[in-house]
Every structure is written in C-alpha cells, then in structure tokens.
C-alpha cells in the first residue's frame, strides 16, 4: 500500500507504450499477488486516457482471472468499444 499521497499518484501515473497501450508499474511487495485495487485503478486511469476529457467515470465491472506478478510491470491494452456523444465503453 502507498505510503502517501505521492507514491500513490506515482502508481497511477501509467507509462503510454503506444495508442491505447500503457504500462503499470509495480509497488514493491512481500506478497506473492498484485493488489486488486491496484490493477483496476490502474485500468481505469488506462481506460480514462483513452476518452474525451470531458467524459467521467460511471461504472466499472472486472473479473481477477489470475493472480498478478508483482515482479513484472501490467500491460494494459484499452479496445474501444464505443464512443458515443454521452458515453464512451472501454474494454
């Protein structure tokens, strides 16, 4: 868990790899799994990069399938799904 205000913006400030591509980094941990949190709040700062600043955040569903790797960085690839004049959908 951050220990202040700074490493957790430093957390959520992801890398941009290419369009719609971004690179998480990785808190250092003793345990063996990447904090859920984590992984969607990173995936909705991805998501949110990816839309019109003027849209905000309604919702968000996920699913852990597996569990992370906290020695590797998380890739997160945004498919836009849909870009409408009241909404926008990011998978």
Known sequence: M????????????????DDNLFRGAQQD???P???GGQV??????AASRT??????????HSY???PGDTGAPIVYDVEELRSGR???TRR
């Open 2 to 17: 951050p220990r202040d205000v700074g490493e957790l913006l430093s957390l959520l400030d992801l890398e941009t790899i």
């Open 33 to 35: 799994r990447v904090f």
């Open 29 to 31: 941990s003793v345990l």
């Open 40 to 45: 969607a709040a990173q995936a909705l700062v």
């Open 51 to 60: 839309t019109d600043p003027a849209y905000v955040v309604h919702s968000l």
């Open 64 to 66: 852990f399938l597996q």
């Open 86 to 88: 009241s909404f926008a």
